[in-house]
């Protein structure tokens, strides 16, 4: 909840290739989706390190194919997932930066940053684009921001959940709530069908991004949001689309040119960027040109694809969208007939071969394209955000419930994943059920906690174990309760106990595999406070810098112009002349680092005391020149 003097909360879309950041406008009654300070609505997440500095956003994706292996993107194809996952050993393949293994099989990113080689987890890559967003909200409103509600796709498991939430933390956040992104976009989409809404309608919503792909299927009654079933792919996405056209035209140069660029990271990540753009094209035309100068040891890239072609080389992934919407609505017995409107959320949802399958699929049906799949997702946040705030006027009431989307359970016998919470079970939700000892005399046993529809437990992912002890001496079959318990952020605690003669033995797990410990935030906390601060001094020793720059520049025009050079005496012309000299040798050292921020900003100083007259005068004179 927002505390007094904590400021408005926002909504975080915190997307695989671009954020988006939205607010409850109170003045005006409605939304408003946060420019950025190039004026752009979704920011790139993306985070670069150079030798001088750090660079979150545009900036960051702009420099991208001069240091591409220190441009990390795509944190939240990892975040949640170890090393050794395979989708993450796929990923690394075509990724320019470094990905190594660190403890307990955790994905570490390695960078260079101010000459140093420098390890860092996913969650602080991801903290570093929340507080991009932040700081975005923050020009914005011109107050701090603590307050966050961020989404998730509904299909990321309880790691991925957590992970996102320590990435906020580490940003400085109060996450309020996490929230699934198709619901987060059916309360976008509901919002705007409010006035027809009295009626229950059942909503659709399918949700391709560049990473993720997501559907879910609401039904929206009054102030009432009820997802009924979802289902997705937490690796499926535009990213895909770009690759399968990356590797294609890298076989067409290798059969062109003899010449392979599949090990040269620049090469990759220029033609990546050309790929995505054609990608885009192809949503409005059928054929296009992907043109990359001087790609590989000097040769041109130019070729040309069509759309025929883009969608030759992704069919199967648009098929496997297609089957997914199909599981969904098997979920929830539903008929495709009784889908009121399938709305389109997300970047991909543009590709028309998307479209075409999906009006397909729901024979012949109008789909929905009026809310903007960019910023829809956002949009929900910033509602869900102002309404856990509390206390503001006219923010539209609306009550969600949301489901899980991964069944979950617990080891049985030798390998039997024994289900407690089916998937698509509405959250929040406590579940106990009753197993009992399969030996004689136990004492302990082991309590290990999985998530997954596979019926053997070792084909599920593992979230955790905790052992219940002090049991005491009985032959086989003594009861236990096992509690499983899923809160608003759709996060998991699990909890046993045994009852004898009243005696009540309970534990929480623990043993969360692969999480942050709370030591580690801590650190990552700092970490990120250092990072900030030298971001800051970075940014003052260029404006001291430019500063600098802007004297020179000025006195030497001064000197150069013959009009107000006859107006300066022969003392200000020395006085001058000295000082170029001097501010162009710090300018210099400047530029090869050793010197301090203060001397620059001294130095600065100096020459706004010494030269105050003789500017004054050049400037006078300037605007009569
Ligand atoms: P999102 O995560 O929703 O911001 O979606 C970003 C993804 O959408 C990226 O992979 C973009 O390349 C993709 N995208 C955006 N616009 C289009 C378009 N017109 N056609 C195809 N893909 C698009």
Same mark, same amino acid.
């Given at each position: 909840?927002?505390?007094?003097?904590?400021?408005?909360? #926002?909504?975080?879309?915190?997307?695989?290739?671009?954020?988006?950041?939205?607010?409850?406008?109170?003045?005006?009654?409605?939304?408003?989706?946060?420019?950025?300070?190039?004026?752009?609505?979704?920011?790139?997440?993306?985070?670069?390190?150079?030798?001088?500095?750090?660079?979150?956003?545009?900036?960051?994706?702009?420099?991208?194919?001069?240091?591409?292996?220190?441009? *990390?993107?795509?944190?939240?194809?990892?975040?949640?997932?170890?090393?050794?996952?395979?989708?993450?050993?796929?990923?690394?393949?075509?990724?320019?930066?470094?990905?190594?293994?660190?403890?307990?099989?955790?994905? /570490?990113?390695?960078?260079?940053?101010?000459?140093?080689?420098?390890?860092?987890?996913?969650?602080? #890559?991801?903290?570093?684009?929340?507080?991009?967003?932040?700081?975005?909200?923050?020009?914005?409103?011109?107050?701090?921001?603590?307050?966050?509600?961020?989404?998730?796709?509904?299909?990321?498991? !309880?790691?991925?959940?957590?992970?996102?939430?320590?990435?906020?933390?580490?940003?400085?956040?109060?996450?309020?709530?996490?929230?699934?992104?198709?619901?987060?976009?059916?309360?976008?989409?509901?919002?705007?069908?409010?006035?027809?809404?009295?009626?229950?309608?059942?909503?659709?919503?399918?949700?391709?991004?560049?990473?993720?792909? @997501?559907?879910?299927?609401?039904?929206?009654?009054?102030?009432?949001?009820?997802?009924?079933?979802?289902?997705?792919?937490?690796?499926?996405?535009?990213?895909?689309?770009?690759?399968? /056209?990356?590797?294609?035209? *890298?076989?067409?140069?290798?059969?062109?040119?003899?010449? !392979?660029?599949?090990?040269?990271?620049?090469?990759?990540?220029?033609?990546?960027?050309?790929?995505?753009?054609?990608?885009?094209?192809?949503?409005?035309?059928?054929?296009?040109?992907?043109?990359?100068?001087?790609?590989?040891?000097?040769?041109?890239?130019?070729?040309?694809?069509?759309?025929?072609?883009?969608?030759?080389?992704?069919?199967? /992934?648009?098929?496997?969208?297609?089957?997914?919407?199909? &599981?969904?609505?098997?979920?929830?017995?539903?008929?495709?007939?009784?889908?009121?409107?399938?709305?389109?959320?997300?970047?991909?949802?543009?590709?028309?071969?998307?479209?075409?399958?999906?009006?397909?699929?729901?024979?012949?049906?109008?789909?929905?394209?009026?809310?903007?799949?960019?910023?829809?997702?956002?949009?929900?946040?910033?509602?869900?955000?102002?309404?856990?705030?509390?206390?503001?006027?006219?923010?539209?009431?609306?009550?969600?419930?949301?489901?899980?989307?991964?069944?979950?359970?617990?080891?049985?016998?030798? !390998?039997?994943?024994?289900?407690?919470?089916?998937?698509?079970?509405?959250?929040?939700?406590?579940?106990?059920?009753?197993?009992?000892? @399969?030996?004689?005399?136990?004492?302990?046993?082991? #309590?290990?906690?999985?998530?997954?529809?596979?019926?053997?437990?070792?084909?599920?992912?593992?979230?955790?174990?905790?052992?219940?002890?002090?049991?005491?001496?009985?032959?086989?079959?003594?009861?236990?309760?096992?509690?499983?318990?899923? @809160?608003?952020?759709?996060?998991?605690?699990?909890?046993?106990?045994?009852?004898?003669?009243?005696?009540?033995?309970?534990?929480?797990?623990?043993?969360?595999?692969?999480?942050?410990?709370?030591?580690?935030?801590?650190?990552?906390?700092?970490?990120?406070?250092?990072?900030?601060?030298?971001?800051? &001094?970075?940014?003052?020793?260029?404006?001291? /810098?430019?500063?600098?720059?802007?004297?020179?520049?000025?006195?030497?025009?001064?000197?150069?112009?013959?009009?107000?050079?006859?107006?300066?005496?022969?003392?200000?012309?020395?006085?001058?002349?000295?000082?170029?000299?001097?501010?162009?040798?710090?300018?210099?050292?400047?530029?090869?680092?050793?010197?301090?921020?203060?001397?620059?900003?001294?130095?600065?100083?100096?020459?706004?005391?010494?030269?105050?007259?003789?500017?004054?005068?050049?400037?006078?004179?300037?605007?009569?020149?």
């Amino acid at each position: 909840m927002a505390k007094n003097g904590e400021g408005c909360a #926002i909504g975080i879309d915190l997307g695989t290739t671009y954020s988006c950041v939205a607010v409850w406008k109170e003045t005006e009654d409605r939304i408003e989706i946060i420019q950025n300070e190039q004026g752009n609505k979704i920011t790139p997440s993306f985070v670069a390190f150079t030798d001088d500095q750090r660079l979150i956003g545009d900036a960051a994706k702009n420099q991208a194919a001069t240091n591409p292996e220190n441009t *990390v993107f795509d944190a939240k194809r990892l975040i949640g997932r170890k090393h050794s996952d395979p989708i993450i050993k796929n990923d690394m393949m075509l990724w320019p930066f470094k990905v190594i293994a660190g403890v307990d099989d955790k994905p /570490m990113i390695v960078v260079k940053y101010h000459g140093k080689e420098k390890h860092l987890f996913v969650e602080e #890559i991801s903290s570093m684009v929340l507080t991009k967003m932040r700081e975005i909200a923050e020009a914005y409103l011109e107050s701090p921001v603590k307050n966050a509600v961020i989404t998730v796709p509904a299909y990321f498991n !309880d790691s991925q959940r957590k992970a996102t939430i320590d990435a906020g933390t580490i940003a400085g956040l109060n996450v309020m709530r996490i929230i699934n992104e198709p619901t987060a976009a059916a309360i976008a989409y509901g919002l705007e069908k409010r006035t027809n809404c009295e009626e229950e309608r059942s909503i659709f919503i399918f949700d391709l991004g560049g990473g993720t792909f @997501d559907v879910s299927l609401l039904t929206i009654k009054g102030k009432d949001f009820k997802v009924q079933a979802t289902a997705g792919n937490t690796h499926l996405g535009g990213e895909d689309f770009d690759n399968r /056209m990356v590797e294609y035209f *890298v076989e067409e140069f290798k059969r062109k040119s003899k010449l !392979d660029i599949a090990g040269n990271s620049k090469a990759l990540r220029r033609l990546r960027s050309a790929c995505e753009r054609a990608k885009r094209t192809l949503s409005w035309t059928t054929c296009t040109t992907v043109e990359v100068d001087s790609l590989f040891q000097g040769i041109d890239f130019c070729f040309s694809i069509t759309r025929a072609r883009f969608e030759e080389l992704n069919m199967n /992934m648009f098929r496997e969208c297609i089957e997914t919407v199909d &599981k969904c609505l098997n979920d929830a017995k539903m008929d495709k007939s009784s889908v009121h409107d399938v709305v389109l959320v997300g970047g991909s949802s543009r590709i028309p071969k998307v479209q075409e399958l999906l009006q397909d699929f729901f024979k012949g049906k109008d789909l929905c394209k009026s809310i903007n799949p960019d910023e829809a997702v956002a949009y929900g946040a910033a509602v869900q955000a102002a309404l856990l705030s509390g206390g503001i006027k006219n923010v539209p009431n609306l009550v969600l419930s949301d489901v899980t989307p991964l069944s979950l359970g617990i080891l049985v016998q030798v !390998d039997i994943m024994s289900v407690v919470i089916p998937r698509n079970t509405t959250t929040p939700v406590k579940k106990t059920e009753g197993y009992t000892t @399969d030996r004689d005399n136990l004492s302990r046993v082991l #309590i290990e906690v999985y998530e997954g529809e596979r019926a053997r437990a070792s084909d599920n992912s593992l979230l955790g174990s905790f052992v219940l002890s002090g049991i005491p001496p009985t032959p086989r079959g003594h009861p236990l309760d096992v509690c499983f318990a899923i @809160d608003e952020n759709g996060i998991l605690s699990v909890s046993a106990k045994e009852k004898t003669n009243g005696s009540k033995n309970e534990i929480t797990i623990t043993n969360d595999k692969g999480r942050l410990s709370t030591e580690e935030i801590k650190r990552l906390i700092q970490e990120a406070q250092r990072f900030q601060a030298e971001d800051k &001094k970075f940014l003052r020793k260029a404006n001291a /810098m430019n500063s600098l720059d802007d004297y020179i520049y000025k006195m030497k025009k001064s000197l150069k112009n013959d009009y107000i050079n006859s107006k300066l005496s022969s003392e200000e012309k020395e006085k001058i002349s000295s000082a170029i000299t001097k501010a162009t040798n710090l300018l210099d050292a400047g530029n090869n680092k050793p010197v301090e921020i203060e001397v620059l900003e001294d130095y600065v100083k100096e020459l706004e005391s010494m030269f105050k007259p003789i500017v004054g005068k050049i400037d006078l004179l300037f605007a009569f020149y």
